[in-house]
């Protein structure tokens, strides 16, 4: 698998796809097809803060209580664009993902539940794009976990994607999914993420079937061991809510970094992360994997 130049060049191709313009007449074919799946049209005025201080346990920092009230909402502005444009890369990610799987799928069943599948993330993706006022981008909105997502859609064989994919990466939002969903203070948004939610659990109950129905090859096993280390370490490098404070114009210090992650405890928060990915692993049974990535340290918290 690919590093450098042309890992920048899958990701790009994986995630940032463009838009046709607005006036494009597909786009009210579109439109009509969603209306059909009882799918809004985009909102005219979407709120720009859907999760409040608590979501990110930020009443407890002494720093964001030092900020001015406008400095506050824009932090909280910030992560609710960050939360948003990494569903929309993910739920993206799902056209690529599904389009694989039916080309590389055998069996009538199989293609027909990744049509599915590829139906219901387009859905998923026109719900989060209906709350967004920006458009986000893989620059101005990045997420360590983007090029390990484009890498794995890109480089990965069909048995590797189906854990690491429906099994690993679906399983873990799940969770994230469901925090999103019970702290949104917006009730359209919530809907849709209660509906988002009945879907992916799904997807990752099929991933499940399917990857304990066929043990990993020695091939299959070092990509899924490459691509999940890859995975589970973007998910303990991703510290979203100091980058937040750029927002304000003032970027926090490398002290003040420190203070912020001791006030939210936030390495209890890394290690529940850890938990949950080493938990995918114990679904399948696949041990000897789960013990390759616990002897090379892959959900070992050390970036706070």
């Known amino acids: 698998m690919p590093f450098g130049n042309e890992t920048t060049e899958t990701l790009s191709r994986i995630l940032d796809t463009p838009h046709l313009s607005s006036d494009h007449p597909l786009g009210a074919i579109v439109d009509a097809s969603f209306a059909a799946r009882g799918v809004e049209s985009r909102r005219t005025t979407a709120p720009k803060v859907c999760w409040g201080a608590e979501r990110f346990h930020l009443q407890k920092s002494a720093i964001y209580a030092r900020l001015a009230p406008e400095e506050q909402h824009a932090v909280l502005v910030r992560l609710t664009e960050l939360n ?7 739920e993206k990610s799902g056209h ?6 039916i080309q ?14 590829a139906n219901e993330e387009a ?18 909105h ?15 064989g069909r048995d590797t994607l189906v854990f690491v994919i429906q ?23 919530k809907t849709s993420l209660a509906s988002i939610l009945r879907d992916e659990s799904r997807h990752h109950g099929a991933g499940l079937v399917l990857a304990k129905a066929k043990r990993p090859d020695a091939e299959t096993a070092d990509q899924i061991f490459e691509l999940s280390r890859r995975f589970i370490r973007s998910f303990e490098t991703a510290h979203w809510i100091p980058a937040a404070f750029d927002a304000t114009g003032k970027p926090l210090s490398s002290e003040e970094r420190k203070r912020l992650f001791a006030d939210l405890d936030f390495g209890t928060t890394l290690g529940a992360r850890m938990a949950r990915l080493r ?22 918290v050390t970036s706070v």
């Open 84 to 90: 948003l444009s990494l569903s929309y890369f993910i």
């Open 96 to 101: 690529e993902y599904a389009a694989k799987m």
């Open 104 to 117: 590389t799928s055998s069996t009538l069943e199989e293609k027909t539940l990744y049509a599915l599948f």
């Open 123 to 140: 859905t998923h993706l026109r719900m989060f794009m209906n709350e967004m006022w920006f458009t986000p981008n893989t620059t101005s």
């Open 142 to 156: 990045f997420h360590p976990v983007l090029p390990a997502l484009a890498e794995a859609i890109e480089w990965g």
């Open 167 to 189: 099994v690993l990466l679906e399983g873990f939002g799940i969770a994230h999914y469901s925090g999103l969903k019970e702290t949104c203070m917006d009730a359209g948004l």
């Open 279 to 300: 938990e995918m692993f114990e679904k399948v049974n696949y041990r000897e994997l789960f013990e390759r990535l616990e002897s090379d340290g892959a959900f070992r």
